[in-house]
């Protein structure tokens, strides 16, 4: 590098540059921005400048930060057994099929099954309607029942039902109480239980809320400030690491609050359909929010000349240009811009170009 002031001075070379900006969501001053190429007067700068060599490189931007997952939950299933809370049975990450025991209530089980009726009355002997059919379903689905589903409890549903009391530890009545069973629209499925009102040794007195079914695939977002959220561009792609050798593809979707800022991710269209996830999203617990590292490519990856963003000036209809070390103007197009940095198009690499001074005050 040379100066114009009269002063020796090394020439400058520029190595190929990549540049990688690492961030935290708690600390906005880490965070990088994008460098705009200023303004300038048009023409040859004025005295006070050195001078670089273009190169050819590369620029880039990434972010670090904690991607949020979670399942979507909404409630399916209301408790109708009173008593204290004996176990509780539901296996995190459980695929919740007909039959299944969720928890105890005074040592006896109560099970799911499917049905848009809620479990509402004890059914017994001559019991009729469509909470009888859902009930045969689950004893035909376990191997109890092998009649026809017809909604009336006759001889044959009440010896199913007593088998199945009996596989579970039960006296064999041939009744099922309310208590007994919550139907759930859809099985299966991934439930889980309202640990706020299931948890052993607490205590149940029929009608509370207890089962939450879950969607189909968990939600992605990343949880960061409005200003933050500003950083990061429409449709930047996120590579996150599910924490088991595996790399899932999202893509910046909608700013979800202008409040929190927080940013979901929707399925990057060069990975497909379904979900960001796909195929292994049981690594993502389905009870509270799961985090997982993220890059964020706020600046994909451009290669090409590169010369510093502080060269580019631009003339009185925003058109981009570089002064050489004699003074020649050279149009310009920016490619990529990060850091500082800018890949452009219009000069070749080796090109000896002015970066003005900054002013000392």
């Known amino acids: 590098m040379k100066s114009r002031t009269g002063r020796a001075a ?20 880490a965070w990088a921005a994008l460098t705009v190429a200023a303004p300038a007067a048009a023409g040859p700068a004025q005295a006070g400048y050195s001078v670089a060599d273009a190169v050819e490189g590369e620029v880039s931007a990434q972010l670090t930060l904690n991607v949020s997952a979670s399942w979507p939950a909404s409630p399916v299933g209301t408790n109708r057994a009173a008593g204290v809370v004996t176990s509780v049975d539901l296996v995190p990450d459980q695929l919740v099929t007909q039959g299944t025991q969720v928890y105890s209530v005074n040592l006896r089980p109560v099970v799911v099954a499917s049905g848009d009726v809620p479990a509402f009355r004890m059914i017994g002997r001559g019991s009729r309607g469509a909470d009888v059919s859902q009930l045969q379903e689950m004893l035909r689905s376990g191997g109890f029942f092998d009649a026809p589903t017809d ?70 977002t990343l949880p960061v400030s409005e200003a933050q959220s500003g950083a990061i561009p429409d449709s930047s792609r996120v590579e996150i690491d599910d924490g088991a050798g595996h790399t899932w593809h999202g893509i910046v979707g909608e700013r979800m609050s202008a409040e929190s800022g927080a940013v979901a991710l929707s399925v990057d269209p060069a990975e497909g359909s379904g979900a960001v996830c796909g195929d292994e999203c049981d690594v993502v617990g389905l009870v509270g929010q799961t985090l997982l590292p993220s890059r964020v490519v706020t600046v994909p990856a451009v290669t090409g000349t590169v010369v510093p963003s502080a060269a580019l000036q631009s003339d009185a209809q925003q058109a981009l240009s570089v002064v050489d070390e004699l003074g020649v103007v050279h149009p310009v197009i920016v490619q990529a811009q990060a850091h500082g940095q800018s890949v452009v198009t219009g000069i070749r690499p080796g090109l000896a170009v002015r970066v003005p001074e900054v002013e000392r005050q």
């Open 151 to 220: 909604g009336s409890a006759g001889e044959g549903t009440l010896e199913a039902v007593s088998l199945w009391q009996s596989s579970l530890g039960l006296e064999p009545t041939g009744e099922v109480s309310p208590g007994d069973v919550i139907f759930v629209p859809r099985l299966p499925a991934r439930i889980a239980v309202r640990a706020e009102s299931v948890f052993r040794g607490g205590t149940l007195v029929g009608g509370e809320q207890v089962l939450l079914g879950l969607g189909d695939a968990p939600q992605f």
């Open 10 to 29: 090394h020439p400058l070379a520029l190595v190929a540059i990549v540049i990688v900006v690492l961030a935290s969501v708690c600390a906005l001053s």
